[in-house]
């Protein structure tokens, strides 16, 4: 794995975790802040504590949140965990009391009422991934007896990575008034028609996503695959391992073996075997003329009729899966399939409609059990 595709794999490299590969990479922050700048638009960030490429991406998708949490309360706890850190010096301990007591005095009401117990939970899930980021470190205790009992303590120590987390913007985000504010921050006083500025937008849609649609920037992004469609192909193609496929409404970096920027599709579990047998049905569908693709290469099919598809894959093939899969009621069944296509950007949600847009993507790639199979054993994946 290169430098370059580290920073792009990890949110930062910290020189506490890894000393060597922290130096290995801070050796190479010239080169890479050059590429970094020119290519992408994007920040890096060097000093005693660690190295970080600051990965703004160009349009907001589901999977670019924090997978571990599944409630907007849990945003709001690592929110006021990084003002907490952030009067406190690296290596100064705190105990989990100190914390929830702040939390208390910042927002009070039902949010922070420890004797909940689906707030301790959630809190708890917050210094999780806070110390599985390296922003704390645990020095002694264990969070699970703050699970069982709101009266629990862990010592924690402040890293001092906090600092890092969050991005710096260009202007006070106290002026901003909506999501969109802070999508189009980065672009403010800023002429968007200049050549780099359309160029950033391209390489990052191609770099931080599975795919790059048309339809969810600006027309100016494909007229500059279009125009540089050569010159971006070899240059990414010389510096990942990979190839890149544009289309007339789609485009796509495709990683090959070698190359390391983040998690893959497919990847070697159950679901990714779903979805691929998912696909050859979908695919069939379109082969038949039963399903129709437009000009801009999506294709749009009732709500209703995507789930019968998915669950008649379930009934066909559901011998072959896991028995985690195999047992799953069929309603529940559905709607994992459907997360895992909307997250990967196969699929997106027109819920107005009750309706599913299916994406090109989905046409890269697809699976099929062999010609004789009538049933799997047993795979406790």
């Not at 849990?74 to 007591?101: H, K, N, P």
């Not at 990414?236 to 390391?260: K, N, P, T």
């Amino acid at each position: 794995m290169n430098e370059i595709e580290i920073l792009l794999n990890r949110r930062w490299v910290l020189k506490s975790e890894d000393k060597e590969l922290y130096y290995k990479v801070r050796d190479a922050v010239g080169e890479l802040r050059k590429y970094s700048t020119d290519k992408l638009g994007c920040q890096i960030i060097d000093n005693s504590t660690l190295v970080k490429m600051e990965k703004i991406p160009v349009v907001p998708e589901p999977f670019m949140g924090i997978i571990q949490f599944s409630s907007k309360e849990e945003y709001v706890f690592l929110c006021i965990l990084l003002m907490f850190l952030e009067d406190r010096d690296a290596q100064e301990q705190f105990i989990l009391s100190q914390f929830t007591e702040y939390a208390a005095s910042i927002m009070p009401g039902e949010i922070t009422d420890w004797t909940v117990y689906t707030n301790r939970r959630r809190l708890i899930r917050v210094l999780r991934f806070a110390v599985e980021q390296g922003l704390i470190s645990v020095t002694d205790g264990t969070d699970e007896l703050f699970m069982d009992d709101a009266g629990g303590e862990v010592l924690y120590e402040n890293t001092g990575a906090s600092k890092y987390f969050m991005r710096n913007f260009p202007k006070d985000i106290m002026g901003y008034t909506s999501p969109d504010d802070f999508r189009e921050s980065e672009w403010f006083d800023v002429d968007e028609d200049r050549g780099f500025a359309r160029r950033h937008r391209v390489y990052k849609r191609l770099l931080f996503a599975p795919a790059m649609y048309r339809e969810d920037g600006s027309d100016e992004d494909f007229e500059y695959l279009k125009n540089y469609r050569g010159r971006l192909i070899e240059d990414l193609e010389q510096m990942f391992e990979c190839h890149v496929h544009i289309h007339r409404g789609s485009a796509y970096l495709l990683s090959g073996e070698d190359c390391r920027m983040g998690t893959v599709f497919p990847g070697n579990n159950s679901i990714s075997d779903i979805l691929l047998i998912c696909f050859g049905e979908i695919r069939k569908k379109i082969e038949q003329k039963e399903w129709k693709i437009s000009q801009d290469e999506m294709c749009v099919v009732d709500r209703i009729a995507f789930e019968a598809l998915i669950k008649n894959v379930k009934k066909d093939f559901g011998a072959g899966f896991s028995k985690m899969y195999r047992d799953m009621p069929e309603g529940e069944f559905v709607e994992n399939v459907i997360g895992e296509m909307e997250r990967w950007m196969f699929l997106k949600m027109e819920n107005e409609t009750h309706q599913i847009k299916i994406c090109p993507l989905t046409g890269k790639i697809q699976g099929s059990y062999p010609s004789d199979f009538i049933g799997g054993r047993d795979n406790e994946q």
